[in-house]
């Protein structure tokens, strides 16, 4: 089946660092992958859409000097947070979506992101 | 605008028992209804996904789910609930009518407890 990775799995750095967290497409092609936050027992949060080759689509609230979103390829999105804080402290979760099954097949998750900014 | 209501945030069931977890959506259009599942620190996994055909779908780990268009729902059910099916459950929808760019509508979740 279709596999999403993300790396790291978990990152602890100091305020005012930037992390960058990598979302992959292992075995299939992701035109178009997707970013969510999600915090404690509460669901996800779409933060942006992340589409190969062209600039990132932010979502109301989304601060895009802060979450640095590169897609270069079809198997690669980044994200980055910058000048990180903790209030920036959360679970990262990309998704990707196979264009090649067409728009209205899954997305895929992958195993999130466990972001800790003390 | 699409949306999601998982009715219940937690629902606790004894090992063996049925396991039902309630969606239902609201859309202009019949949408695409899906249900993932979460273990803790993990990200979701894809039980089963409705999109046309038959109406009763089956998943992964014995799931099941029924799109009722009448009834905008789309609840989840299994048999018999085992000790491993403890997680955090979610539905979501999509637009048939979007494009790629589309992103999945989430419910707040269901937490699921299994008590032995």
């Known amino acids: 089946g279709a596999v999403v990775s993300q790396h790291p799995s978990w990152v602890i750095c100091k305020s005012g660092t930037s992390v960058k967290i990598e979302c992959r497409s292992l075995?299939?092609?992701?035109?178009?992958m997707f970013w969510y936050r999600q915090f404690p027992k509460q669901s996800l949060m779409l933060m942006a859409t992340?589409?190969?080759?062209?600039?990132?689509?932010?979502e109301q609230g989304v601060e895009k000097d802060k979450f640095l979103i590169n897609h270069a390829s079809l198997t690669l999105s980044t994200l980055t947070v910058t000048s990180a804080h903790p209030e920036d402290s959360s679970f990262y979760i990309c998704?990707?979506?196979?264009?090649?099954?067409?728009?209205?097949?899954?997305?895929?998750f992958g195993p999130g992101t466990r972001l800790l900014v003390l | 605008a699409q949306s999601v209501t998982q009715l219940g945030s937690h629902v606790s069931v004894s090992e063996g028992a049925l396991v039902l977890l309630r969606c239902n959506y609201s859309s202009s259009v019949p949408p695409y209804l899906f249900w993932y599942v979460q273990y803790p620190n993990q990200g979701l996994q894809l039980l089963l996904k409705?999109?046309?055909?038959?109406?009763l779908v089956k998943g992964i780990n014995g799931f099941e789910a029924e799109f009722k268009k009448s009834e905008t729902s789309f609840h989840l059910t299994k048999p018999s609930a085992h000790m491993s099916d403890a997680a955090e459950y979610f539905c979501a929808v999509s637009d048939p009518r979007g494009s790629g760019n589309t992103p999945l509508v989430f419910g707040k979740g269901t937490r699921l407890s299994v008590i032995a």
């Open positions: 409705y999109t046309t055909g038959a109406t």
């Open positions: 075995d299939f092609q992701a035109t178009t």
């Open positions: 992340s589409n190969e080759g062209s600039k990132a689509t932010y």
């Open positions: 998704s990707a979506r196979d264009h090649l099954a067409g728009w209205g097949e899954t997305q895929y």
